[in-house]
């Protein structure tokens, strides 16, 4: 596996592979490596004739307040297990060379990120459609692969392939979870043993509404109220939101649509923020 630093080379060699006919499958990733994304790297191997990963904490992407600086990184370790997988290219960009002095200009996509994590975190969506956009630019990819773990980035992301008419094919893949149940997630390091242990009830409260739902249950308020109860009994978290969606276009809904439905939580636990979801 070679790593590329910078964004002229790793252009270079995405044209060569193109003109050489192959596929390239793309995987970006913030590092801090887990097993989520090594389901998103296997599937990219699969699918494609050469894999490129990036690995770039994207200031752009994060508020003042959030957790850029301490964010945890561990490149030795990110590089073992990508090698391991086979993995072709690492991009591994500076910040200063993929925002350089001057840098002004922004990709946003309007009305999906004014909803759940884009309501708690208002500029997180365009420093993400941005960074992917000049990411696509840099190693273009005929596929590129997102975990539903973040369902709104999948789904905000598919919408800025379409309306930019950008030819990559981007695929979603499932979440990938602990054995209690719990997303993996590059901040659940942040957790303490007992936080770790209260971290569980976002799939808990999860699981009650997958519950609720295919006993027939369809008021959306119904199965928040029972979501609520779920997590109030961890006395360390604290509910940011509790959501149910329509995953075409993120409205809000009142009953669940089979098949087009998102139920979306954001949880403090402690100092932490985690989120997770299901499709329904
Ligand atoms: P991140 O490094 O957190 O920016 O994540 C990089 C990619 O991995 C994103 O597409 C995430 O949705 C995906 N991802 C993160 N955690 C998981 C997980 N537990 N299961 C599946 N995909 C994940």
Known sequence: MRIIYSADEMQQIANKYRELGKKIGFVPTMGYLHEGHLSLVRKAKEDNDVVFVSIFVNPLQFAPNEDLDKYPRDLRRDEELLKEEGVDFLFYPAVEKMYPDGFQTYVEVEKLTKVLEGKSRPTHFKGVTTVVLKLFNITKPHRAYFGKKDAQQLLVIRRMV?????????????????????????????????????????????????????????????????????????????????????????????????????????VRIGQTRLIDNMWF
């Open 162 to 266: 379409k309306d930019l008419n950008l030819d990559i094919d981007v695929v979603g893949m499932p979440i990938v979870r602990e054995e209690d149940g719990l997303a993996m997630s590059s901040r659940n390091k942040y957790l303490n043993e007992e936080e770790r242990k209260q971290a569980v009830c976002l799939y808990k409260s999860l699981k009650k509404a997958e519950e609720l739902i295919n006993s027939g249950e369809t008021d959306a308020k119904e199965i928040i109220d029972e979501m609520k109860k779920v997590i109030k009994s961890y006395p360390l978290a604290e509910i940011d939101y509790i959501s149910i969606n329509r995953l075409s276009d993120l409205e809000e809904l009142k009953t669940i649509e089979k098949g087009n439905t998102l139920v979306s939580l954001a």
